[in-house]
């Protein structure tokens, strides 16, 4: 956030003939605003992307994927404020003290709002992700999305909701596409879009965070007095989607609106046709021959991962 000018007055505020004093600037939106007036932009906006993209209703029974981070907090903050059916889901990663402090402050959350948090544990499922890290060669990063993917899904079903909705923000989705694009990969650039429609076994999955940045979701938990686990994963360093992240923020300091703009353009004027081209070409979505849940290959990527640990044991 570029800091505000002494004495600055709230946009709203001031159009309105009041004299609220400012608190944030978002300078790519330039606007000025007052504490609850930041709180309305916040929850309206993240209306208005619900409303665009026709990610859900009222009527919908929404899976809010919790992992005790500022995004997904506040995500289902403002779905519970803006009258939509949510409860949250969490996965217990057993990444030591990580896991502890994301978990504790996910169920004293769901407490705080008076909403169901459905819990689980890959220690009971397959194995906590420190063990699987040591039995793939898979980065843990991708291991780990591959498991979130796969319990999310499936437990969504067991459990009766229609929607999962996951905290992604703007920064998330402008790193992907970057790196997406820079290696070109199409077949992923054509999934990245803010619904992921049910077919074939798969929840439909929404991002109504996808035009809300980092910093912003940061400042709406600070003033909704949201507690959330404010360090990194530690199996997330080195990540190149923070280096990516970190390259692009540099640009949006220079100039602010990238970002949105390269995220938004995308998704009005690259990701049609590529969809286009796609859809003449079936992808087939098959039962993994294992478990049963849907998937691209004859075994699911998290069957696969459940052999791999089984060796690792059996060897050692």
């Not at 009222?58 to 404020?81: E, F, M, T």
């Not at 859809?279 to 075994?299: A, H, V």
Request: aromatic fraction near 10%; charged fraction near 30%; charge should be positive.
């Amino acid at each position: 956030m570029e800091k505000l000018k002494k004495g600055s007055r709230c946009t709203i505020c001031k159009a309105k003939g009041e004299k609220g004093k400012a608190v944030v600037f978002l300078p790519h939106h330039r606007l000025a605003l007052c504490k609850n007036h930041y709180i309305q932009w916040f929850e309206k906006r993240i209306e208005k992307t619900i409303k665009e993209f026709r990610m859900f209703s009222k009527r919908d029974r929404i899976l809010v994927a919790v992992s005790g981070g500022k995004d997904s907090l506040a995500l289902w903050n403002v779905l519970i404020k803006n009258g939509y059916e949510a409860d949250g889901f969490y996965i217990d990663l057993g990444i030591d003290q990580y896991s502890k402090d994301s978990k504790e402050l996910s169920v004293q959350f769901s407490k705080k709002i008076g909403r169901s948090l459905h819990i689980i544990s890959l220690k009971d499922e397959i194995a906590p992700i420190p063990v699987i890290n040591k039995s793939t060669k898979k980065p843990a990063c991708s291991a780990c999305g591959a498991v979130k993917r796969y319990y999310m899904n499936s437990y969504a079903k067991k459990l009766g909701y229609r929607i999962i909705a996951t905290g992604h923000n703007l920064d998330d989705e402008v790193a992907l596409l970057f790196g997406n694009t820079l290696h070109w990969d199409v077949k992923y650039l054509r999934k990245q879009y803010p619904v992921l429609k049910e077919e074939g076994g798969f929840i439909r999955k929404v991002k109504p965070l996808c035009k809300i940045t980092e910093k912003e979701s940061a400042m709406y938990a600070f003033f909704n007095g949201i507690e959330y686990i404010e360090y990194e994963c530690p199996f997330s360093e080195g990540a190149s989607s923070i280096e990516y992240k970190e390259i692009l923020s540099k640009i949006e300091e220079k100039h602010p609106g990238t970002k949105l703009q390269f995220y938004t353009n995308f998704l009005k004027n690259m990701h049609p046709i590529i969809k286009e081209y796609y859809e003449k070409e079936e992808t087939q979505i098959k039962e993994c021959r294992i478990c049963g849940e849907p998937s691209f290959n004859e075994i699911c990527a998290v069957c696969r991962l459940k052999n791999s640990v089984e060796r690792e044991t059996v060897q050692n």
